[in-house]
């Protein structure tokens, strides 16, 4: 981070220019179970968050309320490839986390230090900003109690709960250069806050018996992540096919009525929601998970039968949703959002009284997590031209439906104004009339809707305790607010379901391809795999333009052979790769790369690690080793294994195969020595090979860009 920012004023790739910069005239804030947060923003549990610098990322650009990606006790999934299809709207067939447990924790935990440091380092200009920067950390764990009750994933809960023990280790691998930030007060609790998600088919008894078990057991803050299914198939296929024209996206009865339906939704919410309140604990739901449906569109591998759909459809059929559910149940819970959200649609969900409001698909896109700070500046945008000063005012004035709102609260029982018996109706009595009064003329003479709750408060001092004062009032406000996010959703929901933005013949388009394959090196240097890939594994370095006639040698027994060899060219500095360490092969970079062959695929592999290198023994690929004075690599090429030993200041270089060594004049590639390793009869060298080696480690290692290999020796040379 700090080096990247030193030289080229990026972090993870993401450039300062896309770092979020909050309005400070304007509250953005929310609460989520309690929780302050300084806005309802954040990835969904999906691509976006599942390790550190995906988490960095997403603080950078804006998001508040990170949904950190799902685990399960089963964490050594077989993932087929690719995974993710976001040529237009959206499809994926993975699911969970692809890490180790313990390795999901240590991300979680890295990536929450990381934004602590970042709070203290003078990058963000967020440093003194606290109500700037409260961030939620919300676990989300599945798929079954057997699985979420086992002493492992317990201890993962736990551990998020109380990460004390992790953080102290982690603290040590602060490097020397930056000891300073060793003393920093890292947040120890990561979260208390957890959101369910339920495989498709998962049944009602036992999404109960698993929040039940949270709950009671665990004593977390629970959201139950909803399916679309609840919907029932024929309103689903009828916003698919008749609404919107998706008449390729095929869903079929068994993926309905193996799932939730929704009058058991309704009554487990019901039976939880006592439970948890009897704990001192909050219970919410969550629309939506994605919608399955039939694999047809020949992307992904044709063993898997199903895909899950995302993006704008799922936006319009979880809407159609949401309302059917506040219908039935009002505001009764907490609602989260995650469905096709993008900054065209994000004011709109917040004028719902959605929270937190995810976002998955949109951020795969070109642009990646740098499309984030559009959403919050829209939504800043906004409040301005309501002259909203907070997101409550904003809910209240967003669709005109304050005053009716504010009714309909005001006529509930409880805050009618009659007498009665006890202590606390006085207060309703005398207080809340004169405030309805009051709110309601506001509203109507001036279109504001400022807070008058701590004028009314001093009002009344002499005659009641403030704090009661404040407490009855703040309630009613909020429930005047909650009320508006109800009755926003009519209106939202209906305008959303008529756009055309989600119909089908608006998002035909796909990336273009230009016709041309991707090799090793070079390409058309659109850069566009660098912020697509969520994992920021794709990076650009710069390494010497060559062209190169060479000839080849044969190593035998006392004598090296000249054979005839080829040419060799890089055309371009400017070049690309992969680090391997943080690619899980989803092929987004694939997707949006105007070249075939994938990026992932056909550019130079780099690997952290022996074992890393080791791990992955089926790809081709590079392992860089930086010595005192030598630059060393291992090389995976076509299959076989290569070394390569450097020493720039010797002008030497030694490359060795499976059978032999060769040591060059490196400014001149002359052989200078050689020698046949025992057992060996002869042995070939394609001194291609050795150029490609040499150009790869002569770029990654360059300081110009800098990326996961150079840092260290960056790092070294400045001290």
Known sequence: MFVEYEREGKIFDLPKRKFYKADPSLDTSVRMHGHPASSPLGPAAGPQDQMAQNIVLAWLAGSRILELKTVQINDELKIPRPCIDAHNIGYNIEWSQELKLEQSLREYVAGSMLIDILKSSGMTDLEGSPEKTQTIFDMSVGYDLAGISTPRVRTWMESMKDASALVEELRQQIPADFKDLRHLNFNTRLSDTLTLSTFHGCP?????????????????HVIIKLNPTLLGKPAVD?????????????????????????????EICSRLDKTARSLGCKLGVKFSNTLVVLNN?????????????????????????????????????????????????????????????????????????????????????????????????????????????????????????????????????DVVPLFVSKFRNTLERHGGTRNLI?????????????????????????????????????????RTTRDERYHAKNNRSTPRKIGSHLYLFDCINCDKCVPVCPNDANFVYDT??????????????????????????????????????????????DVFCPEDGGPYVEKPRLFGSSAAFEKWASHDGFLVEVGQHVERMRARLHGEEFSLEVDPLGNRATFRTEYAEVEFE???????????????????????????????????????YVNYLNVPSITSSNR
């Open 204 to 220: 009602a008894h036992e999404i109960e018996s698993i929040v039940d078990f949270l709950l009671r057991e665990m004593g977390l």
């Open 238 to 266: 009828h916003f698919l096919h008749d609404v919107m024209g998706y008449h390729e996206i095929q869903t079929e009865q068994e993926f309905f009525d193996k799932d939730l339906q929704f009058d058991q939704a309704i």
């Open 297 to 429: 569109n020949k992307f992904f591998p044709t063993t898997e039968r199903v895909m899950y759909l995302s993006g704008q459809p799922l936006h319009v059929i979880t809407l159609n949703l949401v309302r059917k559910w506040r219908q039935a149940v009002g505001g009764t819970y907490p609602v989260s959002f995650s469905a096709g959200v993008d900054a065209q649609n994000f004011c709109n969900a917040v004028a719902m009284n959605f929270t937190p409001v995810t976002t998955c698909t949109d951020l795969l896109r070109p642009g990646g997590y740098g499309r984030l700070p559009n959403y919050m500046h829209k939504l800043e945008t906004k409040m301005k031209e309501m002259g909203a000063g907070n997101l409550g005012e904003f809910i209240l004035s967003y669709e005109d439906r304050a005053v009716q709102a504010l009714d309909r609260v005001a006529d509930r029982d409880e805050w009618k104004a009659r007498e009665s018996a006890g202590t606390r109706r006085p207060l309703l009595r």
């Open 454 to 494: 701590p004028e009314y408060v001093e009002f009344w001092k002499p005659q009641f305790d403030p704090a009661r004062v404040k407490e009855e009032l703040t309630r009613f406000y909020a429930e005047t607010i909650a009320e508006a996010g109800l009755l926003n959703t009519e209106v939202v929901v209906e």
């Open 544 to 589: 010497e333009p060559c062209s190169i006639d060479y000839v080849n040698y044969r190593v035998t027994p006392g004598e090296l052979r000249v054979e005839p060899g080829g040419h060799f060219e890089v055309q371009e500095a400017h070049q690309l790769a992969t680090f391997q360490d943080f690619c899980n092969e989803c092929g987004n970079c």
């Open 666 to 704: 490196y400014s001149t590639r002359r052989p200078l020595a050689h020698r046949l390793f025992e057992g060996a009869d002869e042995a070939r060298i394609d001194v291609r090979n050795f150029l490609t080696m040499n150009s790869v480690l002569h770029g990654v290692l360059n300081p110009k």
